[in-house]
Protein backbone atom coordinates (compact mmCIF):
# COMPACT_ATOMS: atom_id res chain seq x y z
CA UNK A 1 0.00 0.00 0.00
CA UNK A 2 1.19 3.38 -0.95
CA UNK A 3 -0.48 4.84 2.88
CA UNK A 4 1.69 5.84 5.90
CA UNK A 5 2.48 2.75 7.87
CA UNK A 6 3.25 2.38 11.66
CA UNK A 7 4.48 -0.60 13.69
CA UNK A 8 3.60 -2.19 16.08
CA UNK A 9 0.33 -1.73 15.66
CA UNK A 10 -0.23 -2.97 19.80
CA UNK A 11 2.45 -3.00 22.49
CA UNK A 12 2.37 -4.29 25.87
CA UNK A 13 5.10 -3.36 28.29
CA UNK A 14 6.32 -3.34 32.00
CA UNK A 15 6.83 -0.10 33.42
CA UNK A 16 10.63 1.01 33.01
CA UNK A 17 11.32 -0.49 30.26
CA UNK A 18 12.25 1.24 26.78
CA UNK A 19 10.04 1.02 23.78
CA UNK A 20 10.74 2.00 20.39
CA UNK A 21 7.58 2.89 17.82
CA UNK A 22 8.30 3.24 13.84
CA UNK A 23 6.70 5.13 11.37
CA UNK A 24 6.99 4.53 7.59
CA UNK A 25 5.60 7.51 5.85
CA UNK A 26 4.39 8.23 2.10
CA UNK A 27 7.69 8.22 0.05
CA UNK A 28 8.61 11.77 -1.13
CA UNK A 29 6.84 13.70 1.79
CA UNK A 30 9.35 15.73 3.46
CA UNK A 31 7.10 16.56 6.58
CA UNK A 32 6.33 13.93 9.25
CA UNK A 33 4.82 14.64 12.48
CA UNK A 34 4.27 12.32 15.66
CA UNK A 35 1.33 12.59 17.93
CA UNK A 36 0.25 11.49 21.32
CA UNK A 37 -3.89 10.31 21.74
CA UNK A 38 -4.98 9.20 25.25
CA UNK A 39 -8.23 7.66 25.73
CA UNK A 40 -10.90 9.17 24.82
CA UNK A 41 -9.20 12.23 24.46
CA UNK A 42 -7.69 14.97 21.14
CA UNK A 43 -4.18 15.19 19.41
CA UNK A 44 -0.93 15.62 21.41
CA UNK A 45 1.62 17.28 19.07
CA UNK A 46 4.98 15.42 20.21
CA UNK A 47 7.49 16.30 17.57
CA UNK A 48 8.08 17.50 13.61
CA UNK A 49 10.30 16.97 11.06
CA UNK A 50 10.45 18.82 8.04
CA UNK A 51 12.85 17.51 5.42
CA UNK A 52 16.66 18.18 7.12
CA UNK A 53 16.05 21.14 8.87
CA UNK A 54 16.36 20.66 12.89
CA UNK A 55 12.95 19.25 14.24
CA UNK A 56 10.64 20.69 16.16
CA UNK A 57 10.89 19.03 19.75
CA UNK A 58 8.96 21.58 21.43
CA UNK A 59 5.92 18.88 22.28
CA UNK A 60 8.00 16.04 23.77
CA UNK A 61 6.42 15.83 27.15
CA UNK A 62 9.80 14.44 29.10
CA UNK A 63 13.29 13.75 28.17
CA UNK A 64 12.04 9.93 28.30
CA UNK A 65 10.81 10.72 24.81
CA UNK A 66 12.84 11.00 21.68
CA UNK A 67 12.78 10.68 18.01
CA UNK A 68 14.71 10.73 15.08
CA UNK A 69 14.28 10.55 11.25
CA UNK A 70 16.91 9.84 8.40
CA UNK A 71 16.37 12.38 5.56
CA UNK A 72 12.91 11.83 4.39
CA UNK A 73 12.50 8.18 5.37
CA UNK A 74 11.61 6.46 8.10
CA UNK A 75 11.04 7.79 11.95
CA UNK A 76 11.14 5.58 15.28
CA UNK A 77 9.86 7.26 18.39
CA UNK A 78 11.60 5.91 21.89
CA UNK A 79 9.74 6.27 24.83
CA UNK A 80 12.41 5.17 27.57
CA UNK A 81 11.76 3.82 31.28
CA UNK A 82 8.30 4.04 30.41
CA UNK A 83 5.66 4.97 32.86
CA UNK A 84 1.36 4.11 32.71
CA UNK A 85 0.70 7.19 32.05
CA UNK A 86 2.37 7.07 28.77
CA UNK A 87 -0.39 4.36 27.90
CA UNK A 88 -1.61 5.90 24.24
CA UNK A 89 -2.05 5.22 20.91
CA UNK A 90 0.87 7.43 19.12
CA UNK A 91 0.05 8.70 15.76
CA UNK A 92 2.23 9.17 12.82
CA UNK A 93 1.11 11.50 9.62
CA UNK A 94 3.10 12.97 7.02
CA UNK A 95 2.48 15.50 4.51
CA UNK A 96 4.21 17.36 1.23
CA UNK A 97 5.87 20.29 2.55
CA UNK A 98 6.00 23.94 0.85
CA UNK A 99 2.04 24.68 0.97
CA UNK A 100 -0.83 23.11 1.81
CA UNK A 101 -2.28 20.04 1.96
CA UNK A 102 -3.51 16.94 3.52
CA UNK A 103 -1.47 14.92 6.42
CA UNK A 104 -2.14 11.45 6.15
CA UNK A 105 -2.47 9.26 9.28
CA UNK A 106 -1.34 6.22 10.13
CA UNK A 107 -3.16 3.71 11.90
CA UNK A 108 -1.19 4.43 15.29
CA UNK A 109 0.22 2.31 17.82
CA UNK A 110 -1.77 1.14 20.80
CA UNK A 111 0.89 1.29 23.88
CA UNK A 112 0.15 -0.07 26.87
CA UNK A 113 2.42 0.39 30.23
CA UNK A 114 1.21 -1.95 33.29
CA UNK B 1 3.51 28.94 19.23
CA UNK B 2 -0.39 28.62 17.56
CA UNK B 3 -3.02 27.28 19.89
CA UNK B 4 -6.38 26.03 18.77
CA UNK B 5 -9.05 25.81 21.16
CA UNK B 6 -12.19 23.30 19.88
CA UNK B 7 -15.94 23.27 21.08
CA UNK B 8 -17.72 21.56 21.71
CA UNK B 9 -15.99 18.96 23.38
CA UNK B 10 -19.46 16.68 22.80
CA UNK B 11 -22.15 16.82 20.65
CA UNK B 12 -25.63 15.22 19.98
CA UNK B 13 -28.01 15.76 17.60
CA UNK B 14 -30.94 13.96 16.28
CA UNK B 15 -30.74 12.46 12.59
CA UNK B 16 -31.44 15.01 10.08
CA UNK B 17 -30.23 17.97 11.83
CA UNK B 18 -27.35 19.79 11.27
CA UNK B 19 -24.07 20.44 14.01
CA UNK B 20 -22.05 22.98 14.18
CA UNK B 21 -17.83 22.57 15.73
CA UNK B 22 -16.05 25.50 16.31
CA UNK B 23 -12.47 26.89 17.00
CA UNK B 24 -9.90 29.55 17.81
CA UNK B 25 -6.53 29.91 16.71
CA UNK B 26 -3.73 32.40 18.66
CA UNK B 27 -1.66 33.18 15.31
CA UNK B 28 -2.91 35.16 12.93
CA UNK B 29 -0.12 34.10 10.18
CA UNK B 30 -1.92 30.74 10.12
CA UNK B 31 -3.22 30.11 7.00
CA UNK B 32 -4.30 26.72 6.84
CA UNK B 33 -6.93 25.28 8.10
CA UNK B 34 -8.34 21.68 7.68
CA UNK B 35 -10.94 19.56 9.31
CA UNK B 36 -10.22 15.82 9.99
CA UNK B 37 -12.81 12.91 11.23
CA UNK B 38 -11.65 9.91 12.74
CA UNK B 39 -13.82 6.72 13.54
CA UNK B 40 -13.03 4.54 16.04
CA UNK B 41 -10.07 2.62 16.12
CA UNK B 42 -8.25 4.38 12.81
CA UNK B 43 -6.12 7.81 12.39
CA UNK B 44 -8.21 10.76 11.58
CA UNK B 45 -8.71 11.41 7.81
CA UNK B 46 -9.29 14.88 6.39
CA UNK B 47 -13.05 16.06 5.39
CA UNK B 48 -12.55 19.18 4.32
CA UNK B 49 -9.80 22.62 4.37
CA UNK B 50 -9.55 25.76 4.09
CA UNK B 51 -7.02 28.78 3.11
CA UNK B 52 -7.01 32.08 4.70
CA UNK B 53 -7.79 33.74 1.09
CA UNK B 54 -11.41 32.35 1.10
CA UNK B 55 -14.21 33.11 3.95
CA UNK B 56 -16.17 29.95 3.19
CA UNK B 57 -15.97 26.01 1.41
CA UNK B 58 -19.11 23.52 0.80
CA UNK B 59 -18.34 20.34 -0.05
CA UNK B 60 -21.97 18.78 -0.15
CA UNK B 61 -23.25 18.48 3.23
CA UNK B 62 -20.20 19.55 5.23
CA UNK B 63 -19.06 23.52 5.38
CA UNK B 64 -16.24 25.60 6.74
CA UNK B 65 -16.67 29.00 7.71
CA UNK B 66 -13.29 31.10 8.39
CA UNK B 67 -13.29 34.30 9.92
CA UNK B 68 -9.79 35.93 10.36
CA UNK B 69 -10.04 39.04 11.75
CA UNK B 70 -11.80 37.06 15.27
CA UNK B 71 -9.72 33.79 14.42
CA UNK B 72 -12.00 31.09 14.14
CA UNK B 73 -13.07 28.85 12.27
CA UNK B 74 -16.44 26.10 12.32
CA UNK B 75 -17.29 23.10 10.87
CA UNK B 76 -21.13 22.74 9.24
CA UNK B 77 -22.72 19.38 8.73
CA UNK B 78 -26.04 19.28 7.76
CA UNK B 79 -28.80 16.59 6.94
CA UNK B 80 -26.56 14.41 9.78
CA UNK B 81 -26.50 10.89 9.77
CA UNK B 82 -25.69 7.72 11.80
CA UNK B 83 -22.51 7.65 9.63
CA UNK B 84 -21.33 11.31 10.45
CA UNK B 85 -20.70 9.47 14.27
CA UNK B 86 -16.86 10.37 15.01
CA UNK B 87 -14.58 12.39 16.57
CA UNK B 88 -13.96 15.43 14.50
CA UNK B 89 -10.74 17.54 15.02
CA UNK B 90 -9.96 21.00 13.61
CA UNK B 91 -6.44 22.30 13.14
CA UNK B 92 -4.41 25.41 12.14
CA UNK B 93 -0.72 26.06 10.66
CA UNK B 94 1.49 27.90 8.39
CA UNK B 95 1.45 26.53 5.16
CA UNK B 96 0.76 23.20 6.46
CA UNK B 97 3.89 23.27 8.47
CA UNK B 98 4.15 22.73 12.55
CA UNK B 99 0.53 22.04 12.72
CA UNK B 100 -1.64 21.74 16.16
CA UNK B 101 -4.33 20.21 16.13
CA UNK B 102 -7.73 21.44 19.01
CA UNK B 103 -8.83 18.58 21.40
CA UNK B 104 -11.96 17.66 19.12
CA UNK B 105 -15.30 16.89 19.33
CA UNK B 106 -17.02 13.49 19.56
CA UNK B 107 -20.26 13.80 17.48
CA UNK B 108 -23.03 11.64 17.97
CA UNK B 109 -25.84 11.64 15.51
CA UNK B 110 -28.91 9.39 17.14
CA UNK B 111 -31.13 7.34 14.52
Known amino acids: GAGVSQSPSNKVTEKGKDVELRCDPISGHTALYWYRQRLGQGLEFLIYFQGNSAPDKSGLPSDRFSAERTGESVSTLTIQRTQQEDSAVYLC????????????FGPGTRLTVL | GENVEQHPSTLSVQEGDSAVIKCTYS??????FPWYKQELGKGPQLIIDIRSNVGEKKDQRIAVTLNKTAKHFSLHITETQPEDSAVYFC??????????FGAGTRLTVKP
Open chain 2, 91 to 100: AASIDNNDMR
Open chain 2, 27 to 32: DSASNY
Open chain 1, 93 to 104: ASTTSGGVGEQF
